[in-house]
C-alpha cells in the first residue's frame, strides 16, 4: 500500500494501519484492501460526522470527535478520528492534527521496545492508549480557557469592561464547542465496551476503559463549572456596564433639569415683546444673569442634598 498517508506497523498478531489524511484516493485503498463498507468509507470522508459505533459481521467501526485550539483564531474546533476494529487489526483514520495520535504510532514504529509493550494479543490495550492518550489532550484546552476566564475576571475589575464583552463571548464560544465535541464520550465509550466482546475480549482492561469513561465524567464536569463561571461573568460584566451607562444617563438628566429653568427664563425674555418687562432697565441683563445663576446654585445644591450625585 505505497501511499505516504497511509502508514502500518505489523506484529505477529496485530497490525495497525494509520491513514492521516482523509481523502477519496486513501479511503479507495482502505475499502479495497481491508473490505470496508462503502457507507463507513462515506462517513469517513463526510466533513459533518458526529461520534457513534456501529458493528458489522466484520469489523467495529467508532467515531469520535475531540478539541484542536487554533491559536490563530483562538477559537476550538472539531477534529474527527475514525476506527475500524477487528480481532487483529486497527485502523485509525484523522486529518493529521491529533498529535498524541500520530505521536503514539510514530512511536510505537520507531521504537521496538514500545510496539512489543502495545501490541499484545488483541488490539484492546493499543486502542485503550489511544484513548487515554486523546482525553489527556483535552487538559490543556481546559487549563487554557480556564486561565482565559481568569484573566477576564481580572481585567474586568480593572475597569476594562467594554474590552472585555468580546473576550466574553470567545470564551463562552469555546466552551459550547468543547461541550457539543465531549458530549457523547462517555456513551460511545461505553458502547465500545460492550460491543468490543464480538472481536477480542477487554479483558483486565475493562477496568482501564472504565478509567477513561471517567476521565471523560470529569472533563464534562470542569466544562459544566466553566460555563458556570463564565456566565457569571458574563452577568458581572453586564451589569458593571449597565450601572455606568446608568449613572452617564442620571448625569446628563441632571444636566438637562439644570439647564431646563435658565433656558425657560432666557427663551421668555428673548421674545422682544414691545412691553416686555425690564426691557428698557439698564441691569436688566445683570439681573437676569443673577436669577440664572441663583437658580443653578440651588438645583446643584438641591441634588447634592438628595445625593444624586
Not at 99 to 111: A, D, K, W
Not at 229 to 254: C, G, R, V
Not at 275 to 297: C, E, K, Q, R, Y
Amino acid at each position: 500500500m505505497k501511499n505516504s498517508n497511509i502508514k502500518t506497523i505489523k506484529s505477529k498478531n496485530l497490525t495497525w494501519v494509520d491513514v492521516s489524511a482523509c481523502r477519496p484516493l486513501e479511503m479507495k485503498k482502505i475499502e479495497k484492501e481491508f473490505n470496508v463498507h462503502s457507507l463507513h468509507i462515506e462517513d469517513c470522508l463526510s466533513p459533518i460526522q458526529s461520534p457513534k459505533v456501529s458493528v458489522t459481521s466484520q469489523y467495529l467501526f467508532m467515531v469520535l470527535l475531540f478539541p484542536v485550539y487554533d491559536r490563530k483564531t483562538r477559537k476550538i474546533k472539531s477534529s474527527e478520528v475514525d476506527f475500524f476494529i477487528n480481532s487483529n487489526t486497527l485502523i485509525t483514520i484523522h486529518r493529521g492534527e491529533l498529535s498524541p495520535l500520530m505521536n503514539l504510532f510514530n512511536l510505537c514504529q520507531g521504537n521496538k521496545e514500545q510496539k512489543d509493550k502495545y501490541f499484545v494479543g488483541s488490539p484492546a490495550l493499543l486502542i485503550y492508549e489511544i484513548l487515554k492518550r486523546l482525553f489527556e489532550s483535552c487538559s490543556p484546552i481546559l487549563g487554557h480557557i480556564n486561565l482565559n476566564i481568569n484573566s477576564i475576571e481580572e481585567n474586568i475589575f480593572k475597569g476594562y469592561e467594554k474590552k472585555m464583552v468580546r473576550e466574553i463571548l470567545v470564551a463562552k464560544t469555546n466552551i459550547v464547542n468543547f461541550r457539543r465535541i465531549t458530549q457523547t464520550h462517555r456513551l460511545v465509550v461505553s458502547k465500545l465496551l460492550e460491543k468490543s466482546s464480538l472481536f477480542f475480549s477487554p479483558g483486565q482492561l475493562k477496568i482501564y476503559f472504565q478509567e477513561v469513561i471517567e476521565t471523560a465524567t470529569d472533563i464534562w464536569s470542569s466544562l459544566e463549572n466553566l460555563k458556570q463561571t463564565i456566565d457569571a461573568i458574563e452577568q458581572t460584566n453586564n451589569s458593571l456596564i449597565s450601572f455606568q451607562l446608568n449613572d452617564i444617563i442620571k448625569i446628563l438628566t441632571i444636566i438637562s433639569i439644570i439647564v431646563l429653568p435658565i433656558t425657560i427664563v432666557a427663551s421668555i425674555f428673548g421674545m422682544n415683546l414691545k412691553f416686555m418687562p425690564l426691557m428698557n432697565d439698564p441691569f436688566s441683563f445683570w439681573a437676569l444673569l443673577g436669577v440664572m445663576i441663583i437658580l443653578t446654585i440651588f438645583l446643584i445644591g438641591y441634588f447634592r442634598k438628595k445625593q444624586w450625585f
